[in-house]
């Protein structure tokens, strides 16, 4: 039983900043990578930024230089610091985690947080 529990969104005017956090909780042994997504009306989820335990990012082209994201592996949790917000940034922002909730796994798993609204006014 693994939870993924989102922090953080709300409604901001455009060039506005929010900061999401994303705590992982339940039995865990080890993530490997955490990761934002986001999903707007009438289109697929799509990959914002992840992070791996060692600390390597990487970003979807739209959000570079204006998002950054940062991880506490010690609190399992993840962060997502959002700059310079245009109203294209408005959907639903998803955590997701891969990792093993014991050490014998074969591979480890997705996980999901419920999402959070994120609405950026024009």
């Known amino acids: 039983q693994v939870q993924l529990v989102e922090v953080g969104g709300g409604l901001v005017q455009a060039g506005g900043s929010l900061r999401l956090s994303c705590a992982a909780s339940?039995?865990?042994?080890?993530?490997?990578?955490m990761g934002w997504y986001r999903q707007a009306p009438g289109k697929q989820r799509e990959l914002v930024a992840e992070?791996?335990?060692?600390?390597?990012?990487n970003y979807a082209d739209s959000v570079k230089g204006r998002f950054t994201i940062s991880r506490d592996n010690a609190k399992n949790t993840v962060y997502l610091q959002m700059n310079s917000l245009k109203p294209e940034d408005t959907a639903v922002y998803y955590c997701?985690?891969?990792?093993?909730?014991?050490?014998?796994?074969?591979?480890?798993?997705?996980?999901w947080g419920q999402g959070t609204q994120v609405t950026v006014s024009s």
């Open positions: 339940g039995r865990i042994f080890s993530i490997n990578v």
């Open positions: 992070v791996t335990s060692g600390g390597s990012t």
């Open positions: 997701a985690a891969t990792l093993r909730t014991r050490p014998w796994e074969a591979r480890p798993s997705d996980y």
